[in-house]
C-alpha cells in the first residue's frame, strides 16, 4: 500500500488540471510507487475557478490566495504553474517552506 503524501497547486489553469489529473492516475501507471498523492488545498487567483477546480479534481480545500498552499500543514509537495510571471515568487516561497521542513 502507497503512502499518501499532501499535495498542493499554485494556480488552476490548464496546466495545472492536467497535472492534478496526471497525478490521480500515478499509481496505475506506476504500480510499484510507494507515494499516492493526497490533494489537499488548491489555490488559484480566481475564486470561482479555484472552487470549480477543487470540485472537479477533488482536493479537500480551495483558497485564493496561494500562499496558504505553501503554509498548509498537510502540504508536502506543491505543483506551481501560474503565468510565467508568477512563478519566481511562488518558488521562492516554497524553496523557503521546503528549507524550514514545511513543503517539499
Known sequence: ????????????????????RASRRLLDHYTECELEPGHVIAADAVEDRA??????????????????????PKVEAASIAPPNYGHKEVTVAVGQATTEGAVA
Open 1 to 20: 500500500m502507497a503512502t499518501e503524501i499532501g499535495k498542493g497547486a499554485v494556480s488552476l489553469g490548464w496546466m495545472d488540471q492536467l497535472y492534478t
Open 51 to 72: 472552487r470549480d477546480a477543487a470540485d472537479r479534481l477533488g482536493y479537500e480545500n480551495w483558497t485564493s490566495e496561494w500562499r496558504e498552499v505553501v503554509g498548509h
